[in-house]
């Protein structure tokens, strides 16, 4: 399965960032099989690159596949924007953007009940992660190459 990392540079050799890079699945290397997600991800820079890994499923690896956007999806978010920590090797599932991060937010700050943001919680697009969030996860990709994002104008 080819996978795609939006970013400023090309990442040939992919690393687990900490701290304040930690999104919805906590530390590790992001990554989608949309590319035109990857894409949108690379526009914050001023010099969007994609790269392209071919991602070996490895059956030893400890995976999370979140299908849906679920009640334990939103938990397992809320507990890693937290700062909590997990055991699993690889996390798949829905991206939650910029909009959503901010509905996440309120529920985490008793500004929504958990009733209201699953009404609010409506993506306008398909969005799709992958986290690698350990040493051996990343051991399954296989850099392909990248490429400079045209930064068009609409």
């Not at 009940?113 to 990343?138: D, G, M, S």
């Amino acid at each position: 399965m080819l996978i795609y990392h939006g970013g400023y540079q090309s990442v040939e050799t992919p690393q687990i960032l900490e701290g304040e890079f930690a999104k919805d699945f906590g530390n590790g290397f992001y990554c989608t099989e949309i590319k035109v997600q990857a894409a949108r991800w690379s526009k914050r820079y001023s010099t969007p690159i994609v790269s392209t890994y071919v991602y070996k499923v490895n059956s030893n690896l400890k995976i999370l596949h979140f299908e849906d956007m679920t009640e334990e999806w939103l938990d397992f978010i809320v507990n890693c924007r937290n700062g909590v920590k997990h055991d699993y090797d690889i996390v798949i599932g829905a991206m939650a953007d910029d909009q959503i991060y901010n509905y996440v937010s309120d529920y985490i700050n008793g500004i929504l009940t958990r009733e209201q943001f699953w009404v609010l919680a409506k993506f306008k697009y398909p969005t799709h992660q992958i986290n690698f969030c350990t040493k051996e996860a990343l051991d399954c990709l296989i850099f392909k190459g990248s490429e400079e994002v045209k930064n068009e104008r609409t």
